[in-house]
């Protein structure tokens, strides 16, 4: 397989998952990692209760978890948290959310509380 046709395939392999289907999730009570890669700046301009900010130490302690863990990324629109997810699927994770839309998403859709930014 060429490079980018095994980087297209890994892609496709992690879930997009909508803001109100993430709502679903955390309401669920289902045990889930919701990791926000975005920066601290933008952190605190606006954040979804529950994530944790992918810094070293948090992607040092999510290495260390089973590669079954379900893990939820999010950042603003959805694209560098698809990129971080694409880390963790070479990184032997299975179960990879990225959330569609970002946070934006989230305060359009479910908690217009949630400053857009």
């Known amino acids: 397989m060429v490079d ?7 892609a496709s ?3 997009q998952l909508s803001a109100p289907e ?10 889930f990692e919701l990791v926000d890669v975005r920066t601290d700046q933008e952190r605190a301009l606006a954040s ?5 900010l992918l810094d070293q130490s948090h992607h040092d302690a999510l290495l260390c978890l089973d590669r ?5 990324f999010q950042c603003h629109h959805g694209i560098r948290s698809q990129h971080a997810a694409e880390h963790f699927r070479r990184e032997g ?7 569609r839309g ?12 949630v400053p857009r930014y």
Request: net charge negative; hydrophobic share 40%; proline share 2%.
């Open 48 to 52: 979804i209760d529950g994530s944790r």
């Open 68 to 72: 079954s863990t379900v893990i939820v």
């Open 102 to 113: 970002g946070i934006d998403a989230w305060s359009l859709f479910v908690d217009p509380s």
């Open 13 to 15: 392999r992690i879930r």
């Open 4 to 10: 980018e046709d095994r980087s297209a395939h890994e």
């Open 93 to 99: 994770f299975q179960n990879l959310y990225n959330l």
């Open 22 to 31: 993430l709502k679903e999730l955390i309401e669920s009570g289902t045990l």
